[in-house]
């Protein structure tokens, strides 16, 4: 069954990190793009980082970029990640994993696959 689930969000103060997870299973054949997707209160989804299956085309809202990183490591189950780093209030928002089996994009429109999120809260 497909599956993607998320872990690793947590409260932090500004200027931290966190390293969020999203264990992806029974994706093996149809997912070329993964990506991580935020929600704040009040405010549409954005995405946030995207990376193709093969690991070359990382793609980064510029909010985000220099700070965050995304990886992933493929083994029969997928696993991706989202590094943090030097985070700010502004980063607060519930972080979605989702999977698509075409091209890499950060638009939540195009994706098919969503975990059920998990919350990240950065305190000033």
């Known amino acids: 069954q497909e599956r993607l689930v998320e872990s690793g969000g947590g409260s932090v103060q500004a200027g931290g990190s966190l390293r969020l997870s999203c264990a992806a299973s029974?994706?093996?054949?149809?997912?070329?793009?993964m990506a991580w997707f935020r929600q704040a209160p009040g405010k549409e989804r954005e995405g946030v980082a995207a990376?193709?299956?093969?690991?070359?085309?990382?793609?980064y809202a510029d909010s985000v970029k220099g700070r965050f990183t995304i990886s992933h490591d493929i083994s029969h189950d997928t696993k991706m990640y989202l590094q943090m780093n030097s985070l700010k209030p502004e980063d607060t928002a519930m972080y979605y994993c989702?999977?698509?089996?075409?091209?890499?994009?950060?638009?939540?429109?195009?994706?098919?696959?969503w975990g059920q999120g998990t919350q990240v809260t950065v305190s000033s």
């Open positions: 990376l193709d299956r093969v690991g070359t085309r990382t793609y």
């Open positions: 989702a999977a698509v089996g075409g091209l890499c994009t950060l638009a939540q429109s195009d994706y098919g696959y």
């Open positions: 029974g994706y093996a054949a149809s997912v070329n793009c």
